[in-house]
């Protein structure tokens, strides 16, 4: 965990705890329904967090996630977090690709669009 601090003009960031993955239970994103920031992780003990935005707390997860597949290749609990977008390879997901996403949806109604256009034999 790291603690910002901006002294006169400088930013500083404090390591004010250090938690290994290995130790990580759980991962409890408290509303899945709602535009919420808050999150608890589950170690020895359980830690209350708030991330920068809704956005950034999926992001957060998505990574641990992808950490724990490619090193530790343990169970981790993921709960209360929409799956939509929490996994990566939905056309759902949002880590900066919204324009992907739109041209996705623009391609599919074009063929759609297309198809029923043409004639049948």
């Known amino acids: 965990m790291v603690k910002h601090l901006r002294v006169d003009r400088e930013e500083k960031y ?6 290994f993955l290995k130790d990580l239970e759980m991962i409890d994103g408290k509303e899945a329904d709602t535009d919420n920031p808050y999150f608890d992780m589950h170690f020895h003990k359980i830690y209350n967090l708030e991330a920068y935005s ?9 990574t641990l996630n992808k950490l724990n597949e490619m090193y530790l290749k ?6 209360n977090f929409d799956d939509t977008y929490l996994n990566d390879d939905s ?6 690709r919204d324009c992907l996403v739109l041209m996705r949806i623009c391609f599919y109604a074009s063929n759609l669009l297309c198809l029923s256009l043409c004639p049948l034999s």
């Open 14 to 19: 404090e390591i004010v705890e250090k938690w």
């Open 54 to 62: 809704c956005a950034s707390k999926y992001t957060f997860a998505r």
């Open 91 to 96: 056309i759902w997901s949002s880590n900066n």
């Open 74 to 79: 343990k169970d981790l609990k993921i709960v």
